[in-house]
Every structure is written in C-alpha cells, then in structure tokens.
C-alpha cells in the first residue's frame, strides 16, 4: 500500500525559506515519478515539478529545487525567496512511470496536504 506523507509546512516570512519533505512507504523511486503540486484558495492545483526532471513551473523556477534521499525514501521540495503567492497547500504526489504528464488526474497518489503560509 502506497503512502506519501507530507510535513514541514507553516509560517514564513516573505523571502524566508521552508524545507518540504514527503516520507514515503510502498513504492520504489525507480519505477515511480514523484512530484510536487500546490493549491492556492480558489485555483486549480498546479504542477510545480517531478524528481530527476529539469522542469520547473515558472511560478517556481529558480527559487524551489526537487530532490529525494532514496535512503530515507524522501522527496523533498526546497523553497527560497518565498513570496506571499507561494501561499497554499502542497502536495507531494506519486504515479508508476511511463509517459510524461503533469496532470493531477494521472497521479493516483497523495499525500495529505501540507499548508504554507507566506507573510508580507
């Protein structure tokens, strides 16, 4: 049974940075892509960016960076310079390998949100 498990969310100060981590249990890296999303009140969840890819959201790029401890079966999401409108919930999220996408739809699994809150 897959499980992802968020944590390292709260408060931050504008230009502050958080630590994301997402412990999983149930899976493999190498057969799985393991990605990021958020969603901010009101906006549909976006894809940020998956372990191993050079993509980034342009909301994101430059200031977030994706990386997994494979022995601790972690993936992590690093967020530097945080501004106010990186404020919401993330989401780390797994689907079996095959045929790129960033849809929500084609991840199967969640974790349980964690929230962010970036202050002015």
């Known amino acids: 049974q897959v499980q992802l498990v968020e944590s390292g969310g709260g408060l931050v100060q504008a230009g502050g940075s958080l630590r994301l981590s997402c412990a999983t249990s149930g899976l493999s890296f190498s057969g799985y892509v393991m990605a990021w999303f958020r969603q901010a009140p009101g906006k549909e969840r976006e894809f940020l960016g998956s372990v191993g890819s050079a993509y980034y959201a342009d909301s994101v790029k430059g200031r977030f960076t994706i990386s997994v401890d494979n022995a601790k079966s972690t993936v992590y999401l690093q967020m530097n310079s945080l501004k106010p409108e990186d404020t919401a919930v993330y989401y780390c999220?797994?689907?079996?390998?095959?045929?790129?996408?960033?849809?929500?739809?084609?991840?199967?699994?969640w974790g349980q949100g964690t929230q962010v809150t970036v202050s002015s």
């Open positions: 999220a797994g689907r079996v390998a095959g045929v790129y996408s960033s849809r929500a739809s084609d991840f199967p699994f």
